[in-house]
């Protein structure tokens, strides 16, 4: 079974030039304005491009600019070499200066990834879009863990939502995570996923950990989702 690799990378390893994208992604950044979106999206398919480059093998001696991460309707990304699709699925998250992706080869399986900072959330944001379950949880909590609890139930619903495919189009409250402990690990740490839409699977796994200070959730849903081991890529593994 193949695992879900993952990577990050820092606004710092994106090259200064856009060689590196494909003609269709050329396109699509000159018709970004904002300096954040244009930062933003380059980070992300620079993260995806080193990760796939690494772990993919059909990806692994090509030239960044033969891959392109083609936005599709729903706004979750996909991956073409030489214009035709690379079975799998990518997810990538983008906050501030550090970017990350992850990477499934297993057709039968979805991933979703969000990078999250701990910070704290205003009172309304709770009562819109966490559940009466989630709401309870986070108020039993004192108020030195509340920053990294609401923080971390928002990305896990978020890395959840993208999992399957529809981002912030649906209402999160039917999703629902609880987090037996709010400790920060050193790896990955599960979370249980109470309720989920629109998925059929008899297996839904949720991880979480920090990196670089900020919070890291990864969704994985699909049959044997609980099985699946995952790994972190660098270059430096290669040397
Ligand atoms: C998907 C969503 C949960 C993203 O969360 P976020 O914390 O705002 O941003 P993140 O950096 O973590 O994730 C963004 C990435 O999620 C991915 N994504 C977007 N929609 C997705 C979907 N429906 N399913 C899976 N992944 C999706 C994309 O790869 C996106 O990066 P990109 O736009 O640079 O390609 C949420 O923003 C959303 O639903 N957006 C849809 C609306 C939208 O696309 N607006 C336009 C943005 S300019």
């Known amino acids: 079974m193949q695992p879900v690799y993952w990577?990050?990378?820092?606004?710092?390893?994106?090259?200064?030039?856009?060689s590196w994208l494909s003609p269709?992604?050329?396109?699509?950044?000159?018709?970004?304005?904002?300096?954040?979106?244009?930062?933003?999206?380059?980070?992300?398919?620079?993260?995806?491009?080193?990760?796939?480059r690494l772990v993919v093998e059909t990806c692994k001696n090509c030239s960044p600019s033969a891959i392109t991460?083609?936005?599709?309707?729903?706004?979750a990304p996909a991956v073409l070499l030489n214009n035709l699709?690379?079975?799998?699925?990518?997810?990538?998250?983008?906050?501030e200066e550090l970017g990350c992706a992850a990477w499934i080869s297993d057709p039968s399986l979805r991933i979703g990834i969000d990078l999250e900072a701990i910070?704290?959330?205003p009172r309304s944001f709770i009562s819109d879009y966490f559940t009466p379950a989630e709401i309870q949880l986070v108020q039993s909590l004192t108020p030195a863990q509340f920053p990294l609890a609401a923080s971390l139930l928002w990305s896990a619903k978020e890395a959840v939502l993208k999992a399957?495919?529809?981002?912030?189009?649906?209402?999160?409250?039917?999703?629902?995570?609880?987090?037996?402990?709010?400790?920060?690990?050193?790896d990955w740490q599960p979370l249980i996923i109470?309720?989920?839409?629109?998925?059929?699977?008899?297996?839904?796994?949720?991880?979480?950990?920090?990196?670089?200070?900020?919070?890291?959730?990864?969704?994985?849903?699909?049959?044997?989702?609980?099985?699946?081991?995952?790994?972190?890529?660098?270059?430096?593994?290669?040397?």
């Not at 189009?169 to 037996?180: F, L, N, Y």
């Open 119 to 121: 910070e704290t959330k």
């Open 85 to 95: 699709p690379v079975p799998g699925t990518l997810t990538l998250s983008h906050r």
């Open 194 to 239: 109470t309720q989920c839409p629109l998925e059929s699977s008899t297996e839904q796994a949720l991880w979480w950990r920090t990196i670089k200070g900020e919070l890291v959730t990864l969704a994985i849903l699909g049959d044997e989702a609980k099985m699946l081991s995952i790994e972190y890529r660098t270059s430096m593994d290669l040397d």
């Open 164 to 186: 399957l495919g529809v981002g912030l189009s649906i209402d999160t409250r039917q999703v629902e995570i609880h987090c037996p402990s709010f400790s920060i690990p050193d």
């Open 7 to 18: 990577t990050t990378q820092t606004i710092a390893n994106l090259p200064l030039e856009t």
């Open 24 to 52: 269709e992604e050329q396109t699509t950044l000159s018709s970004l304005r904002f300096p954040k979106r244009r930062n933003d999206w380059l980070l992300g398919r620079w993260t995806a491009k080193y990760l796939l």
């Open 69 to 75: 991460i083609q936005r599709t309707e729903s706004g």
